[in-house]
């Protein structure tokens, strides 16, 4: 009896203790059909996870193919409040592509001024 008894607290204890344990935000995949940059750095084209940390600020785009990671800090921005799309948006120059932005629902990731020159053109990738 007084085992049943011990196994009928633990299992509430347990259930609670998994409640407080932080998840992780779900990671929204999109496919980049061309290298880019992004603060200097170089990036293959091919399948990234865009993810949201707990807090709601900050944003991280993973390569599925290689190790390269960028993380910018998220703020508000032009999107709607109810926005729930994942967007990049790039400047594209000849076969030079910038990330510029990543949209992440309704808050925005700001990666370079987003100031275009003549003859740049501006793609975005997103659901």
């Known amino acids: ?73 998220l703020a508000p921005g032009d999107p709607q409040p109810n926005d729930s799309r994942v967007v990049l948006y790039f400047s594209d120059s000849a076969d030079n592509h910038v990330l510029d932005s990543i949209q992440y629902h309704n808050k925005i990731s700001h990666v370079t001024s987003m100031h275009h020159h003549r003859g740049e053109s501006t793609t975005s990738l997103g659901q």
Request: aromatic share 8%; proline share 5%; no cysteine.
């Open 1 to 73: 009896m007084r085992s049943t008894l011990s196994k009928l607290f633990l299992v509430p204890a347990i259930a609670a203790a998994a409640a407080l344990i932080p998840t992780s935000a779900r990671a929204e995949t999109i496919q980049i059909p061309f290298n880019f940059s992004a603060h200097g750095h170089s990036f293959p084209a091919g399948a990234y996870d865009v993810e949201q940390n707990q807090d709601h600020n900050m944003v991280t785009l993973h390569a599925l193919n290689s190790n390269k990671t960028f993380t910018g800090t």
